[in-house]
């Protein structure tokens, strides 16, 4: 069994800044790509940023230059720096990985729950 846990979100004004965490626990063997995603009322979920085990980023163009994806492997866990946040950034968000687990063995694609990111003045 794998869980991912988001942790951090709220509400803030625009201009200000979140900082969003991610911990996947379970029987986990390693852990490749990790990323988070959004989905706003009444739109489809989308990518916000995608990380490798190797630390290449990927990021949509309407949060490049704002927000920073990182990770830490040791604990199993990414992380999300969203600043200079705007209404429009207004979403729940969720984390992803892709996981290898022992048992059983395999490689698959977990969610998190979620993460409620509110900005408004």
């Known amino acids: 069994q794998v869980q991912l846990v988001e942790s951090g979100g709220g509400l803030v004004q625009p201009g200000g800044s979140l900082r969003l965490s991610c911990a996947a626990s379970?029987?986990?063997?390693?852990?490749?790509?990790m990323g988070w995603y959004r989905q706003a009322p009444g739109k489809e979920r989308e990518l916000v940023a995608t990380?490798?085990?190797?630390?290449?980023?990927n990021y949509a163009i309407s949060v490049k230059g704002r927000f920073t994806i990182s990770r830490d492997n040791g604990k199993n866990t990414v992380y999300l720096q969203m600043n200079s946040l705007k209404p429009e950034d207004t979403a729940v968000y969720y984390c992803?990985?892709?996981?290898?687990?022992?048992?059983?063995?395999?490689?698959?694609?977990?969610w998190g729950q979620g993460t409620q990111v509110t900005v408004s003045s």
């Open positions: 992803n990985g892709e996981i290898m687990t022992t048992m059983p063995w395999q490689t698959s694609t977990y």
């Open positions: 379970g029987s986990i063997f390693s852990i490749n790509a």
């Open positions: 990380i490798s085990r190797g630390d290449i980023t």
